[in-house]
């Protein structure tokens, strides 16, 4: 375990939530759920409008469960996809959210799928996320709505549970850290209008409430969509614009001069 990792689990057991290799199995677990099932195809919809406008060379997902994918409908072509943890028979590598190996600059389009609810410290993985994203890249954010039935439900029920133990942090919060990461917001929508329940009726019924929320544009979805574009420009030098030197004109010493005109004569 690197100090980076031990310092990631100290914080998580100061803010009660597990180390990173059972949050990432609870989430997917969470994910494999109806309810979770229900959430995931809601989440794709919402964002698969805005990701197929994107093109690049790279696409990253950050997340906790590299298993259920946002992105593999995306046009661009590199998909990048870390697992939290190691596990037997995967093929993903194994990176923390906060500390990514990979350049500054050097991708297209990052997608955070909930990977702010569930971190340590969601500034410093957004500040990861915003040193990766090249000048001119998009960023979708997709978190928990607090200011909807969602966030409602959160407050009765058990902490310990996927989704409720997540952060559920405002809109109005990371829009403030994006500001400061000149990160611009372009758009915002809502979804999971349907009722936070694990009623196999309701969730049957969800792509309904999905409908009827969207065109509302109701600001109470379980979850917020942020796309953001990253304005800072790369630093380029600037050459001094040297004025050219004029030519001196060739003078004929006076010695050589008088002795051409006694010539001449």
């Known amino acids: 375990m690197n100090l980076l990792s031990k310092h990631e689990t100290r914080r998580r057991l100061l803010r009660g939530m597990p180390d990173a290799d059972m949050l990432s199995s609870q989430v997917a677990q969470w994910f494999q759920s109806p ?56 093929t993903r590598a194994v990176a923390s959210n906060e500390e990514l190996p990979l350049s500054s600059n050097s991708v297209d389009v990052v997608v955070l799928h909930h990977a702010l609810d569930f971190a340590a410290n969601s500034h ?15 960023m979708l954010i997709v978190g928990f709505n607090p200011y909807s039935f969602w966030g409602f439900w959160k407050l009765f029920k058990q902490k310990k549970n996927i989704p409720w133990r997540s952060k559920f942090i405002s809109k109005g919060r990371v829009s403030d850290w994006l500001h400061l990461l000149d990160l611009h917001i372009d758009s915002v929508s809502y979804g999971l209008h349907f009722m936070p329940l694990k ?3 309701l969730l049957g019924r969800a792509e309904s409430f999905e409908k ?11 979850a917020y969509f942020i ?13 001094p614009k040297w004025r050219p030197l004029r030519a ?18």
Not at 248 to 265: D, G, L, Q, T
């Open 35 to 90: 309810q979770g099932e229900a959430v995931l195809k809601a989440e794709k919809e919402a964002i698969h409008a805005a990701l197929e406008k994107l093109f690049g060379y790279h696409i990253l997902q950050l997340g906790f469960s590299e298993e259920h994918s946002l992105i593999e409908q995306s046009p661009v072509g590199h998909k990048i996809v870390f697992a939290p943890s190691f596990r037997v028979g995967s």
């Open 124 to 138: 410093r993985v957004l500040r990861e996320a915003a040193r990766v994203l090249r000048p001119g890249g998009h």
């Open 199 to 201: 009623l196999s009726k």
């Open 212 to 222: 009827f929320g969207n065109k509302l544009r109701s600001p109470l979805g379980g």
């Open 227 to 239: 796309h953001c574009i990253n304005q800072a420009m790369p630093i380029t030098p600037i050459l």
């Open 248 to 265: 001196r004109p060739s003078v004929m010493p006076a010695a050589e001069n008088v002795r051409a005109k006694i010539k001449i004569h």
